[in-house]
Every structure is written in C-alpha cells, then in structure tokens.
C-alpha cells in the first residue's frame, strides 16, 4: 500500500531547528524520483493544509514566503525520502506537517506535530 510515513517532529523553542522526514513507502523508484513533493503544513484549528516547501525530480525548490530563508527541501531518490531543514522556528511554525506530491495525489499519512513555543 501506497503511503507516506513523517518522522521527526517534536517541541522545540522559538528560534531552534528541526528536522522532519518523509518516506514514500510503497512506491517503486521510478514512480517517486520524477515525482515534485511537497511538505504541507496544517495549522491548530485550521482545515486547510498549506504547501511550504517543495521540489522537483530535478531537485529544483520552491518555498511559501513564509519560510524562506529558514527552511530547506531535500530528497534522498534512493531511500525515496524527502527532508525539511527547519531554522529560526517561530511559534507560527507550529502544526502537523505532512508531504505528498503537488497534486495531493498520495494517500495522506498521519503526518508529524512540530510546536514551537515562544
């Protein structure tokens, strides 16, 4: 079965760094390394996951303005896992993180909680 799997969340204060993985677990390598995959944010109260960082097979990045300059996408094609370097973490960072391609088309997995207290 088709799956993300995100790891690595937790509580970290205003102004620390984290870093959160996501394995593709299921699909075959051909199928994710030309795959673009995003990291998504849903914050407290919100229903609405918003896309923050994402990056092409090519390895090409884009990112929310929101976190410029202080987070940062990579992906591992071998291990079909895609890392998010958070930094200078401000308590507006906080939610569940969760990736999936720029289409949403991936079951969605249970993601990771990160808070970031003031």
């Known amino acids: 079965q088709v799956r993300p799997v995100e790891s690595g969340g937790g509580n970290v204060q205003a102004g620390g760094s984290l870093t959160i993985s996501c394995k593709s677990v299921?699909?075959?390598?051909?199928?994710?390394?030309?795959?673009?995959m995003g990291w998504y944010r849903q914050a407290p109260g919100k229903q609405q996951r918003e896309l923050v960082a994402?990056?092409?097979?090519?390895?090409?990045?884009n990112y929310a303005d929101s976190v410029k300059g202080r987070f940062t996408i990579s992906r591992d094609n071998a291990k079909k896992t895609v890392y998010l370097r958070m930094s200078s973490l401000e308590p507006d960072d906080t939610g569940v993180y969760y990736c999936?391609?720029?289409?949403?088309?991936?079951?969605w997995g249970q993601g990771t909680q990160v808070t970031v207290s003031a």
């Open positions: 299921g699909l075959i390598t051909s199928v994710f390394n030309p795959k673009t």
């Open positions: 999936n391609d720029e289409g949403r088309e991936l079951p």
């Open positions: 994402s990056i092409t097979g090519s390895k090409s990045t």
